[in-house]
């Protein structure tokens, strides 16, 4: 591999583990982060919901701007914008500032993620694409892993502020990179569509405020959330519509997905949002939460995935080539499905040791899963749209991530509540195991104490209930990936690939 490539690979791959990282190594200074900015647990959730709509809304214009100014030079501003805007969050001194510079974090992040992979694409030959996205995926893959765990560890022993001020260095070495090895695009005119803009960035603002907020403020039971359902649902319709049926250069071409492998490759990339995301963050919330594990030390135990994966990843990239990309996917559901089918047997009572193998099989699964279905959706597509394709790949994959989150957690608490009201039901003055709980504590029945240690007991089990039955949803949601899988086409070679 030649030196200017390996510099191209380290300036982009710099630029994307700074923006994914940044999505969740904020998540555990939220707590810190209230009490300093005078925030309450509510209002500081939208430095998280901020960050993500300004990502979402920006992130289609990737394949626009990158032909209006040429490829390096929009690397190099949404790399120097991002450090500003970084730099701006770990100076907040209110939660309006806060809110602000995270927007202004995702408007310039927002393309980098996808320009990676496009270039990423660019460097390498048409037969090293795997070992192309096996690069990539390690960083779009590992960082947001890592991230609660280096940000429990910055938050803890030197302040909430550098989960931001951490960018700074990484930024400034991958634009000086970024300079000197980034090859560039020739800039070309493009009208800008409007409309098509307008309405895709309502629609996706409004549906990620409804899937970020959904679950806190009991979806349709808030009328602000049922009319941002209702705006997000208009929008995209129109933007489908006027997209297909209008005499315009479009925002980007729906007929990308008229590719085969790039639409069900798409399909399994939002589908892995609910397994993988949605079950990261509840597998967080039970080490914490429900085991009451520091949030350091939880996220010392979510690392043997994350180390899973970036091994997994390095051999998958070496023989991805050699082998069908199709048969890596296969077997990384089925070690997906064993991982999260034996979180279903997790209890309180669970040792660190009874984490280290579901954890593993999850990063396997994930390591064989993201790499190959990365090669799979752009091996049919011309080098030509790989910008505007990445832009796209990109929003599916964070929309993904969002709707995982969503669907997961409202489907634990649901599940949570459900085995509350009936659990709680044993909670009476005649309930013999309820008199043999409170008998070694020295309490009983009549005792409004005794009544309260209780029903924190039946919550207990109520949330260990939940845990599980979401559990048993991600694994079945890794088992409905296999028929999806099927309708993937494996190209016969690297030189059939240039052809279609």
Do not use: C, E, H, K
């Given at each position: 591999m030649s030196a200017k490539r390996v510099l191209t690979g380290i300036a982009v791959m710099a630029a994307t583990i700074m923006q994914v990282l940044d999505t969740t190594i904020v998540n555990v200074a939220l707590p810190d982060m209230a009490g300093q900015l005078d925030a309450t647990p509510d209002n500081i959730s939208w430095?998280?919901?901020?960050?993500?709509?300004?990502?979402?809304?920006?992130?289609?214009?990737?394949?626009?701007?990158?032909?209006?100014?040429?490829?390096?030079?929009?690397?190099l501003i949404s790399i120097a914008g991002f450090v500003i805007a970084s730099a701006l969050c770990g100076m907040a001194s209110s939660l309006f500032q806060m809110v602000l510079f995270r927007f202004m974090q995702g408007i310039f992040g927002a393309s980098l993620v996808p320009l990676s992979q496009s270039i990423m694409l660019q460097i390498f030959p048409g037969e090293q694409r795997g070992k192309a996205m096996a690069i990539w995926s390690m960083g779009v893959m590992v960082a947001p892993i890592l991230g609660p765990t280096l940000g429990g560890w910055l938050t803890e022993v030197v302040s909430w502020r550098w989960t931001f001020y951490i960018n700074l260095p990484?930024?400034?070495?991958?634009?000086?990179?970024?300079?000197r090895h980034v090859p560039d695009t020739v800039a070309r005119a493009r009208r800008m569509d409007w409309p098509g803009f307008a309405s895709l960035a309502l629609g996706i603002g409004a549906l990620q405020l409804v899937l970020d907020r959904g679950n806190q403020d009991d979806w349709f039971s808030s009328q602000m959330l049922t009319f941002a359902a209702l705006i997000a649902l208009l929008s995209l319709i129109f933007f489908v519509v006027y997209t297909l049926t209008g005499r315009h250069h479009p925002l980007f071409d729906l007929r990308i997905f008229r590719d085969r492998n790039f639409l069900?490759?798409?399909?399994?990339?939002?589908?892995?949002?609910?397994?993988?995301?949605?079950?990261?963050?509840?597998?967080?919330?039970?080490l914490q939460n429900f085991l009451g594990y520091p949030t350091f030390e939880a996220g010392l135990y979510m690392a043997p995935r994350g180390l899973a994966s970036f091994l997994v990843m390095i051999v998958v990239g070496k023989l991805v080539g050699k082998i069908p990309p199709r048969n890596f996917v296969f077997v990384g559901i089925l070690a997906s499905i064993a991982g999260n089918y034996l979180m279903t047997r997790f209890t309180s009572e669970i040792t660190a040791n009874d984490l280290i193998l579901p954890m593993m099989l999850q990063g396997v699964g994930m390591g064989l899963i993201f790499v190959p279905i990365s090669t799979l959706a752009f091996t049919t597509l011309p080098k030509e749209i790989a910008a505007e394709a990445a832009g796209i790949y990109s929003l599916i994959r964070a929309l993904g991530s969002a709707l995982g989150i969503s669907i997961l957690t409202t489907y634990f608490s649901r599940s949570t509540q459900q085995s509350w009201s009936l659990l709680r039901g044993d909670i009476t003055t005649f309930s013999s195991a309820l008199h043999a709980y409170l008998a070694p504590l020295h309490s009983g029945a009549q005792d409004p104490q005794g009544i309260a240690l209780a029903a924190r007991a039946v919550l207990h089990q109520a949330q260990n209930v939940g845990y599980i039955d979401s559990f048993w949803f991600a694994t079945l949601n890794f088992v409905f990936m296999l028929p999806l899988l099927l309708l993937v086409r494996t190209p016969a070679s690297p030189a059939k690939l240039k052809q279609t």
């Open positions: 430095v998280l919901t901020s960050y993500l709509i300004a990502s979402a809304i920006f992130m289609p214009l990737t394949g626009y701007l990158t032909d209006r100014l040429g490829q390096r030079r929009y690397l990484v930024g400034i070495a991958s634009f000086l990179l970024a300079i069900f490759a798409s399909l399994i990339m939002t589908t892995i949002g609910i397994g993988f995301f949605g079950g990261m963050l509840l597998q967080s919330l039970f």
